[in-house]
């Protein structure tokens, strides 16, 4: 890796296009006309800027920069071609990055690695849990370590996870710092692209808050037979079981899993001009990941989110794994080189292993439209001149919608009703089996005391609209209830839009 300046454009050229190849073939149906719409993945059509795209509304600043930068991009392209170009970007930067890192091998032994890091239980189960945002930055994770390496492009290399933000730049800082050594500009380049979402972060008047009780709900788990800690080290081990890739209960798929990525870091054990501080970086991500399988580590992940909300970036410690499946790509691909004219055919053991991850995950992603109800219900508050914000019910964060195929995504009417000035208020607690990992937006707090009484007097809790777009027939009929003196301005089987034309007290929920 010292000598990574010998990479040639062609080589680069290819491996971005197999890279491409691979994301297609990943995607499948999700490159239809639409918007993949999937757990944490949530694209709306014409966003607008808000409060909340820039962290100044909502819970912990997530969304930020990534939802100002798609918004951006959507003025200038339909949104949902931003967020197709924005998934085929991972695979095909994920692939050329980490190719670049094995200059001295041959092409095959190059895409080897490349094909590795991006076809891997990492990429298919944070693809299927929708964190793009964090994919983005692990695209970047080779690049990242290239230029710290080479001394020179370390502001492009980062520029994908500063897009990704609060999680994706803590991976890349945890994969940089190791590798940096003592290097203080690299700690200051991450500083840096971390603004964005540390500084509204850090300016909230309400503080960060996290629950603790996260630790316990996004712990790593066994998505095969050899454990937590078994499934870590095969680079799997997401806490949400719905985001495992069809086929994962197979003995013989999670031997060759672990299999796969105890060779490629056998393989970068035998490199001889190895980087040292990737493989110190992905002892330290294993081992946060780790940590979070066993009762003290958790116990200390809770004290730092005392200390701190910000450091709730550490409930989900399976994401850490990231430098090891680098480490393990790169050292793959060393042991396609010392297979000679086989290099290249060792490029498809990854699918061979992963087969599931083809086509949409077997089918999962695909891409849906949002009703036209969604949209008339859009224009009508967006041209309304009243002040009052808008409410989303019922109050839960996740949504299983029949026009969305059944499949479970964050609710996306806080992006999809945003309009300057107006603020949408939704629930972001998450229930995780029996466990309830509490709101981190204090009006959310404040809200759910007041939906607790009988007949909640929304006006006073500063509320124009009020969006149903799910509920239970139980659920459907208090929320009637609630609003008989509204006036029902959209009235159809996927979406029920109110408007209050009470006077408004306030801005917040009181």
Not at 28 to 41: E, R, S, Y
Not at 245 to 264: E, F, H, K, M
Request: aromatic letters at 10%.
């Amino acid at each position: 890796m010292p000598h990574a300046t010998r990479v040639g454009p062609q080589v680069g050229a290819l491996s971005a296009l197999v890279g491409l190849v691979l994301g297609c073939l990943a995607l499948g149906p999700a490159l239809g006309w639409g918007f993949v719409l999937h757990q944490d993945m949530v694209f709306v059509p014409d966003p607008a800027f808000s409060r909340f795209t820039f962290g100044l509304a909502g819970g912990a600043p997530r969304v930020v920069p990534s939802d100002a930068v798609v918004t951006a991009l959507s003025t200038v392209i339909p949104a949902q071609l931003v967020q197709k170009a924005i998934l085929l970007a991972v695979f095909a930067l994920g692939c050329s990055g980490a190719a670049g890192l094995l200059p001295e091998a041959s092409a095959g032994a190059r895409l080897t690695a490349g094909a590795y890091y991006v076809w891997n239980p990492y990429v298919a189960e944070r693809l299927l849990m929708g964190q793009w945002a964090l994919l983005l930055g692990y695209a970047g994770l080779p690049w990242v370590v290239r230029a710290i390496v080479l001394r020179k492009g370390l502001a492009p290399a980062m520029l994908p996870a500063a897009v990704g933000g609060f999680a994706a730049m803590t991976v890349t800082a945890v994969t940089a710092l190791p590798v940096a050594g003592r290097r203080l500009r690299v700690a200051v380049a991450l500083l840096a692209f971390s603004s964005p979402w540390l500084v509204a972060a850090l300016l909230r008047p309400a503080g960060l808050e996290g629950d603790p009780v996260g630790v316990d709900a996004f712990a790593a788990r066994a998505d095969g037979p050899f454990g937590a800690v078994g499934s870590l080290l095969s680079l799997g081990g997401i806490w949400n079981a719905y985001a495992v890739p069809p086929g994962y209960d197979t003995l013989a798929g999670a031997v060759a899993r672990l299999v796969l990525a105890v060779a490629g870091i056998a393989g970068f054990a035998l490199l001889k001009d190895r980087c040292h501080g990737l493989a110190v970086a992905a002892v330290l991500g294993f081992g946060i990941a780790c940590a979070g399988v066993t009762e003290p580590g958790r116990e200390a992940f809770k004290w730092l989110i005392g200390v701190w909300g910000g450091f709730a970036v550490f409930r989900d410690a399976q994401q850490f794994v990231a430098p090891l499946a680098l480490l393990a790509a790169v050292g793959f691909g060393a042991l396609a080189e010392r297979a000679g004219r086989w290099a290249a055919v060792m490029a498809l053991v990854p699918l061979a292993v992963l087969p599931t991850l083809a086509w949409g995950a077997a089918g999962t992603l695909r891409a849906v439209d949002y009703p036209e109800s969604w949209s008339q219900a859009r224009e009508i508050i967006r041209r309304d001149p009243e002040s009052g914000n808008v409410l989303v019910l019922p109050f839960e964060s996740y949504r299983v919608f029949p026009w969305n195929g059944g499949r479970a995504v964050l609710d996306p009417a806080q992006r999809y009703f945003a309009t300057p000035g107006r603020d949408v208020i939704a629930d972001d607690s998450v229930r995780v089996g029996t466990m309830v990992v509490g709101a981190e937006d204090s009006r959310v707090r404040e809200l759910e005391r007041v939906l607790e009484g009988p007949s909640p007097n929304l006006a006073a809790a500063g509320f124009r609209y009020v969006v149903v777009d799910a509920g239970t027939p139980v659920e459907r009929r208090r929320f009637e209830e609630w609003l008989s003196t509204a006036r029902l301005l959209v009235d159809t089987e996927e979406l029920r839009l109110y408007r209050i034309d009470a006077p408004i007290a306030g801005g917040s929920p009181n």
